[in-house]
């Protein structure tokens, strides 16, 4: 570096040139920079979501949200562990060591909640283990609207608009929330139920066992091969009412027999408008 500085004595105008030009180039350069409003980071932090329908604030929190909890503690590598209960869902916050492995602790969460499935109580779903990606947050919004039932724009959004929209490049994931879906309720008269000695739980037993589409397997016609499939899930309601739910004394006791099945929504959770209109 003293040539350079003997030169820099020497010849200041070619110093000053040389100053002017770096400082222009810099400036030049700057512009074409890129930058990233949002990078992206490997958080090491793991969410595991579970959804235990009906159930009040204080039922998850023991019966789901505590069990994982403990089982999760297990885990090495945890620097903070915390879980959050509210009705029909808990959800768990689970922060790794900056040197642990993320792949190899979600793993681990997997394997320490699925020893523990068998204590959580009937009727709730699987829970959901995810790392927590900053780029999963929604960058666009859009809406879909008109002269139509709620539960028929959920459809078209569902069947159409989300399918053209993650077949565009670099979509990860849409989703769909401002409405509710099509859901077929069946009212059950507690005294008929009484009367059969069947329970609830029986008839969601039945419900579940039976609304199902089951592979039939193949048939060989010697020249070709056929799948077959036994197509049991019921769109109409008048089906669910003529589902078998017991045989009482010989007699085979139908839904409609216990009760009656409306053509409904599920609850909606969330409402979307545009421009004031639903």
């Known amino acids: 570096m003293q040539w350079l500085a003997?030169?820099?004595?020497?010849?200041?105008?070619?110093?000053?040139?040389?100053?002017?030009?770096?400082?222009?180039?810099?400036?030049?350069?700057?512009?074409?920079?890129?930058?990233?409003?949002?990078p992206r980071m490997d958080l090491p932090t793991i969410v595991v979501q579970t959804t235990y329908p009906g159930a009040a604030s204080e039922e998850v929190e023991t019966e789901v949200s505590q069990i994982l909890e403990d089982a999760v503690a297990t885990v090495a590598g945890i620097e903070e562990l915390r879980s959050i209960s509210w009705p029909g869902s808990s959800l768990l916050l689970i922060q790794f060591n900056l040197n642990r492995d993320i792949d190899a602790g979600c793993q681990d969460v997997r394997d320490?909640?699925?020893?523990?499935?068998?204590?959580?109580?009937?009727?709730i779903d699987p829970p959901v283990i995810r790392k927590q990606d900053p780029d999963s947050s929604p960058i666009m919004t859009l809406a879909v609207s008109g002269p139509r039932e709620g539960r028929e724009l959920y459809f078209l959004?569902?069947?159409?608009?989300?399918?053209?929209?993650?077949?565009?490049?670099?979509?990860?994931?849409?989703?769909?929330?401002?409405?509710?879906?099509?859901?077929?309720?069946?009212?059950?008269?507690?005294?008929?139920?009484?009367?059969?000695?069947?329970?609830?739980?029986?008839?969601?037993?039945?419900?579940?066992?039976?609304?199902?589409?089951?592979?039939?397997?193949?048939?060989?016609?010697?020249?070709?091969?056929?799948?077959?499939?036994?197509?049991?899930?019921?769109?109409?309601?008048r089906d669910f009412e003529e589902l078998t739910l017991a045989t009482v004394g010989g007699t085979p006791v139908r839904v409609g027999d216990v009760g009656t099945a409306v053509d409904t929504t599920n609850e909606v959770r969330t409402l979307?408008?545009?421009?004031?209109e639903p």
């Open 6 to 38: 003997q030169v820099c004595i020497r010849r200041p105008v070619f110093a000053l040139m040389l100053i002017l030009a770096m400082v222009v180039a810099g400036a030049a350069s700057y512009g074409q920079l890129g930058v990233d409003r949002f």
């Open 112 to 123: 320490a909640i699925n020893a523990v499935l068998n204590r959580l109580p009937r009727g």
């Open 272 to 276: 979307a408008r545009l421009n004031g």
């Open 157 to 237: 959004a569902d069947r159409h608009v989300k399918n053209v929209i993650e077949s565009a490049a670099g979509v990860g994931e849409a989703r769909i929330s401002g409405s509710a879906e099509r859901a077929v309720r069946i009212d059950l008269r507690a005294r008929r139920l009484a009367a059969y000695g069947l329970t609830v739980l029986q008839v969601r037993e039945a419900l579940a066992r039976q609304n199902v589409d089951i592979p039939g397997g193949r048939v060989d016609t010697g020249i070709r091969e056929l799948d077959l499939r036994t197509l049991g899930r019921m769109d109409n309601v």
